[in-house]
């Protein structure tokens, strides 16, 4: 007998323009626009165009879901090198989103025969559902070439009243938790909605658990006074310039902060535009900066260290030995260097000839002493790799600063989706997030995520702000590493424990099927088939 929980909730052509709606909805609830209720009924429409699919359903409604969502929500990748590089980038990932829509319609499909108002269904589903939502996330957000993970569920609610979870669980503890309430509405609603009352249970209690759980405290650890500049220079790939003009631009905007009392100046990534470890006219004027200040110089260039080149972020003191630096963990692919090369020269040798240089990855720790302050650091897109946060709040940050080049994207979303990565962090981590631009927006970022001071985009600006200094480490920060190495592998393996039984259900019945007795014929079926036969 056909069990109604395993047929489609909608004809797949109905279901493909809606996981086309879902994919803009989830658009819109991302920054900018912010309209973080959408995330919700993004999720709960992907979810149900999904159900009683068939593989290739279901890669194709989960790919339209990507393809509207990707394209639109990267438009600013072609910004300055055309829409070949925002067409692969985009392209991939929804690709690679509808690829990750299978394991979800599998998951629905060997769990049909669960009771509809049992603990099953209206528990086991969602979280099964959820766990393969955020092991999507994970994936894309490590490969291919160390992933891209800009766009993720939990990162809609930064706006909203709901992000404080993310100190207790991670950006993908956040995500999880959304994608497990939308599923288990979804149930519910499946099993009767309000005619069910008791059915609204779980998901009642994790909109309870979104609502309610506060950001967790970390430690008051006194205060600290950053001098912050935003030089708004020539920072763009294709802008015109002569060899020094960047740190010209940040030196004339830095120097009225001379005289006032500063733990440490900030320059935006791309800063200084010749290596200062080899350059000595650069060094000199750094030097300059520093005695005049009174203050550490914490400056970003590119610095070459035998036949390595490196995306550098210089900590520059009076005296040499004090000095240190770290370098950029992740490389952007197809931006700092061109992974393949020989491959893609192949495919558009005239954009891949643009990127001459190739940068290395870093492997020192991103994190500097100012005194005995921790400065936990990340260099651009550094930012929304979760390692890199982690490893500088276990290594004693009591504040991070970002440093950013967006000169390439200047008018377009870009910034402010990036910026919303570092408000997350903040949250995240319960410490204050120093953001600083080229040409903005470059912001303070209180530990709840509020914002303290601000320079808008296109601007030639400075600021000297205190802010607070943080210890101790929020659960994200422990658990954030364990929630992403075991969640993937436990949900895999309960998917395919789920197939096993599946499967071993189904050759259950066929077997049983054959050991049917055979039924007795009479007189004159045997007449019919011996008819039948003669024919």
């Known amino acids: 007998m056909d069990n109604p929980n395993s047929r489609p909730l909608l004809p797949l052509w109905a279901a ?48 339209m879901f990507g393809v509207v969502f990707y394209f639109t929500h990267l438009v600013w990748v072609g910004e300055f090198l055309g829409p070949v590089p925002w067409i692969a980038l985009a392209g991939l990932e929804a690709v690679l989103f509808g690829l990750g829509a299978i394991p979800i319609t599998l998951a629905y499909r060997w769990t049909a025969r669960f009771r509809a108002r049992g603990p099953g269904q209206l528990v086991g589903i969602p979280l099964l559902v959820a766990g393969l939502w955020a092991t999507r996330e994970v994936g894309m957000g490590a490969w291919p070439y160390s992933g891209f993970p800009w766009a993720r569920l939990g990162m809609t609610q930064v706006e909203g009243p709901l992000p404080q979870l993310a100190s207790w669980t991670g950006v993908t503890g956040l995500s999880f938790f959304l994608a497990a309430v939308c599923a288990a509405l979804l149930q519910w609603l499946r099993a009767g909605g309000i005619r069910f009352p008791r059915g609204a249970f779980s998901t009642a209690a994790g909109v309870l658990l979104l609502v309610a759980v506060p950001q967790f405290p970390t430690t008051d650890a006194g205060t600290f006074t950053v001098g912050w500049v935003q030089g708004n220079g ?42 200062p470890l080899t350059a000595s006219a650069t060094a000199a004027v750094l030097d300059r900066l520093v005695r005049d200040a009174g203050a550490p110089l914490l400056v970003n260039a590119a610095t070459t260290r035998g036949a390595d080149v490196f995306n550098t972020s210089l900590l520059w003191s009076a005296d040499p030995a ?33 990127i001459q240089r190739e940068y290395t990855p870093g492997t020192n720790p991103p994190l500097m002493k100012v005194g005995n302050v921790g400065v936990g650091l990340a260099i651009c897109f ?27 994207f200047r008018g377009t979303d870009e910034n402010i989706q990036q910026l919303a990565f570092a408000r997350m962090r903040a949250i995240e981590t319960g410490r204050t997030v120093v953001n600083v631009s080229t040409v903005g927006t470059s912001q303070v970022i209180a530990p709840d995520g509020a914002t303290i001071d601000s320079i808008g985009v296109d601007i030639a600006a400075n600021r000297v702000t205190t802010v607070p200094l943080r210890s101790g480490l929020t659960p994200a920060v422990v658990v954030g590493p364990w929630v992403t190495g075991t969640l993937p592998v436990s949900v895999i393996v309960a998917l395919g424990a789920l197939g096993l039984l599946h499967r071993g259900r189904l050759r259950g019945t066929a077997d049983h099927s054959d050991r049917r007795p055979k039924q007795r014929r009479g007189p004159q079926a045997a007449r019919a088939i011996g008819d039948r036969d003669a024919t």
Request: a negative charge; aromatic letters at 10%.
């Open 382 to 408: 550094d930012v929304i790799y979760d390692t890199v946060i982690w490893d500088s709040a276990r290594a004693g940050a009591q504040l991070y600063v970002f440093q950013t080049n967006n000169a390439d």
């Open 16 to 63: 493909t323009p809606v996981a086309a709606a879902a994919g803009l909805a989830l658009d819109l609830a991302s920054p900018p626009l912010g309209w973080w209720p959408l995330a919700f009924v993004s999720v709960v429409l992907a979810l149900a165009t999904l159900m009683g699919r068939s593989i290739g359903g279901a890669l194709l409604v989960g790919t």
């Open 322 to 354: 004090d000095r240190q630096w770290h370098d950029k963990v992740n490389p952007v692919p197809f931006g700092e260097y061109v992974p393949d090369r020989w491959f893609y020269e192949l495919l558009a040798p005239d954009l891949v000839g643009l």
């Open 234 to 275: 020539p920072a763009g790939y294709f802008d015109d310039r002569l060899p020094g003009d960047m740190l010209a631009a940040q030196t004339t905007t830095t120097e009225p902060l001379m005289g006032q009392p500063m733990d440490l100046i900030v320059w935006p990534e791309g800063s200084v535009d010749s290596d």
